[in-house]
């Protein structure tokens, strides 16, 4: 009864989970101060997860222990017991491991939301404009815009501080962290993959139309000798590698997802056919 009441009042408060932290406004500046109301929501679903877990480990631990005291004092044989007690609480650990699945995929949800914020903004499509006859040198570092991407995450890991002002993944297990980590990791990576294939079928496209109408140079050298279009995908190289490094910096492991390593490969292949010459030091 106590389970049940508890994931009844765990389940209304989810449900409604998602509204209000859409509806939070963030406070001004370019990233949020982590402090706001949202922070908080996140905070508490995390802590809630985290419980919910737990309750279920005490559940098998202190139920199943107590029958089979009890049941020994009767001194009497039950065979197949635990897996007899283990039945009966299944619907309970169903109901909780269902809600601890919809908080955990909210609190996934909203991050990758934040983290592909500076993508969808128009950031790696306006690499064109910046290159294309601007007679700008080659790139040394990464845009701006890489900072955005993984900021939100290193807040959600933060550790600064006391306990009460960490960031809310660590209110997780560990397993449930790298599991969400990760899943953000690969949705925030196959978006990247989206919009840089996009670029670089635009970069193709125009350089096909420059190359008719100036019928010599398509790319247009300038800066050293590099055309625009290398710096373009130059650009895009020094990007996608301040990403992997920042992720890298948080735990080697999430350098390990396959959606980054394929939006990785993606964009040093082209590079590499290109005879474009990247950094020695670059991260992958």
Not at 234 to 249: G, I, R, W
Not at 263 to 271: A, D, N, R, S
């Amino acid at each position: 009864m106590i389970i049940w009441k508890f994931s009844g009042w765990a389940d209304e408060w989810a449900a409604h989970m998602p509204a209000r932290i859409s509806t939070t406004e963030e406070r001004s500046g370019s990233f949020p101060s982590g402090s706001n109301k949202r922070d908080k929501d996140l905070k508490f679903a995390a802590a809630l997860c985290s419980d919910c877990e737990l309750l279920q480990l005490e559940m098998r631990r202190q139920v199943i222990g107590w029958a089979r005291e009890a049941v020994l004092a009767t001194r009497n044989e039950v065979p197949e017991l635990s897996e007899m007690l283990t039945k009966t609480l299944e619907p309970c650990e169903d109901k909780i491991s269902q809600l601890m699945e919809n908080l955990l995929g909210t609190i996934t949800q909203n991050l990758t939301t934040k983290c592909c914020e500076g993508l969808v903004g128009g950031s790696v499509r306006a690499l064109t404009s910046q290159y294309r006859m601007t007679n700008k040198p080659a790139p040394k570092t990464a845009s701006l815009y890489v900072k955005g991407i993984t900021h939100p995450l290193k807040m959600a890991m933060s550790t600064a501080g006391d306990r009460s002002s960490h960031g809310f993944l660590l209110f997780l297990s560990e397993a449930h962290r790298v599991k969400a980590v990760n899943d953000i990791i690969t949705a925030v990576s196959a978006k990247y993959q989206e919009l840089v294939l996009e670029l670089f079928a635009n970069v193709k496209k125009l350089g096909q139309t420059l190359r008719k109408l100036q019928k010599g140079s398509a790319d247009g050298l300038s800066g050293g000798g590099m055309s625009d279009d290398d710096k373009i995908y130059l650009q895009v190289f020094l990007d996608v590698d301040a990403v992997a490094s920042s992720l890298k910096e948080m735990d080697e492991k999430y350098i390990e997802n396959e959606a980054l390593k394929s939006l990785y490969e993606v964009v040093k292949g082209v590079c590499q056919e290109r005879a474009i010459e990247l950094p020695a030091d670059h991260c992958m």
